[in-house]
């Protein structure tokens, strides 16, 4: 099986936790083989060599195949959660919400790929991204050449952007040549790995973009009918356990590489001006309309999301306290705030 992403990513990290658990659950009688990105196929070419069995299976996200289908970037959980879900609320709509059902749908019938989808990377809340000069409101924006993918590229476009398309491992090269002024990846110890921090000084969280943003599990059709029901479910298993037990690891990096980016390499880390975020939902809004009215299975997905958020979203509003009110108590200096201006929490 091959990942997106090179072996140097935490990301890749999630994808061998999984074989490992595979074969422990299995107590060695399944073996998943690991591979980075570009092993044997490109990585905006697994999904088709997935399904044509060049590969078993691949560890990638689901908003790459937008070319295909825009629907595509709903199964990551979307531009906004979507309509506000976080990342629990998501996995609430795949799992209790009818959204695997759809998922399977999508890429069986619509696609007409013989794959199996399982959600299996939880690699948000991502930043905003990186930039060469200061941002300090939507205009800002316009006329850079960033590097965006999935829909979200689409979103920036309209707002102003020029976008580029481009795997992970190519970000830094081009932006070493000039090529591009700003990128979006992922943010914290992905980008780090990356190098992000040797090329640009001006960090910006948070995105609305993939706040919430789900990877995926593929497993060729046909290898998956082969295996017994047990070894599917240790699949399933392994793959549910690797989105619990690599988070909120995944999290504390993220955290720690904040520290890095600013103490070791003097990255400025900044809050993204509100405007931005704004602009960016209500134009997401406007594509996603658009879209759903000329892509009768995108509507269907579209709004059993709203569906299910619907449910879910006001309650836990009234429910949950807002993470900032109890965290600024004990915490209150902010990464994207001048540190000397702030006192120390109460921890």
């Given at each position: 099986m ?9 990301l890749y ?9 595979v ?15 570009g092993q ?8 088709d060599?997935?399904s044509?069995?060049v590969?078993?299976g691949?560890?990638?996200?689901a908003?790459?195949?937008?070319g ?5 970037i709903?199964?990551t959980?979307?531009?906004?959660g979507?309509?506000g879900?976080?990342?629990i609320d998501v996995?609430?709509?795949l799992h209790?919400g009818?959204g ?8 069986t019938?619509?696609l ?15 930043a ?6 200061p941002?300090?409101?939507?205009n800002d ?5 960033c ?7 689409e ?5 102003g952007?020029?976008?580029?398309n481009?795997?992970g ?8 040549r ?5 990128a979006?990846?992922v943010g914290?110890?992905e ?6 921090q040797n090329?640009?000084?001006?960090h910006?969280?948070?995105?609305v973009h993939?706040?919430v ?9 046909e ?5 017994s029901?047990q070894h ?6 392994a ?6 037990v ?10 720690e590489?904040?520290t890095e980016?600013r ?6 880390l ?17 594509i996603?309309a658009r879209?759903?009215a ?7 997905v579209?709004?059993s999301q709203?569906?299910?958020?619907s ?9 949950f ?5 109890v ?10 705030a001048d ?9």
């Amino acid at each position: 099986m091959q990942a997106a992403w090179p072996a140097s990513l935490t990301l890749y990290e999630n994808f061998t936790y999984f074989a490992d658990r595979v074969g422990k659950l299995s107590a060695g009688m399944l073996t998943i083989d690991t591979m980075p990105a570009g092993q044997v196929v490109p990585p905006f070419e697994l999904l088709d060599a997935v399904s044509r069995r060049v590969v078993d299976g691949s560890h990638s996200w689901a908003g790459y195949w937008t070319g295909k289908d825009r629907t595509a970037i709903l199964f990551t959980g979307g531009p906004g959660g979507t309509f506000g879900m976080d990342f629990i609320d998501v996995m609430g709509w795949l799992h209790h919400g009818g959204g695997l059902e759809l998922y399977q749908e999508f890429y069986t019938k619509v696609l007409k790929l013989d794959v199996v989808p399982i959600p299996i990377l939880p690699s948000g809340p991502q930043a905003f991204g990186w930039f060469n000069r200061p941002i300090t409101n939507l205009n800002d924006l316009k006329g850079l050449k960033c590097r965006q993918t999935g829909l979200a590229a689409e979103v920036w476009k309209e707002l102003g952007m020029t976008v580029v398309n481009m795997p992970g491992g190519e970000i830094i090269p081009a932006a070493q040549r000039g090529v591009i002024d700003c990128a979006e990846w992922v943010g914290g110890v992905e980008d780090i790995r990356l190098g992000f921090q040797n090329v640009w000084k001006f960090h910006y969280s948070p995105g609305v973009h993939e706040n919430v943003t789900i990877g995926e599990l593929l497993i060729n059709g046909e290898v998956w009918r082969a295996l017994s029901a047990q070894h599917q479910e240790i699949i399933k298993s392994a793959a549910r356990d690797a989105f619990i037990v690599w988070w909120p690891k995944w999290q504390k990096q993220n955290a720690e590489a904040l520290t890095e980016m600013r103490e070791k390499y003097g990255v400025q880390l900044l809050r993204t001006p509100g405007d931005v975020l704004r602009a960016f939902l209500e134009k997401w809004d406007e594509i996603a309309a658009r879209e759903a009215a000329q892509n009768p299975f995108f509507k269907k997905v579209w709004d059993s999301q709203r569906d299910y958020a619907s449910v879910v979203v006001p309650a836990k509003r009234f429910y949950f306290p807002p993470y900032s009110f109890v965290a600024s108590i004990y915490w209150p200096e902010d990464f994207g705030a001048d540190p000397a201006s702030t006192s120390k929490g109460r921890g």
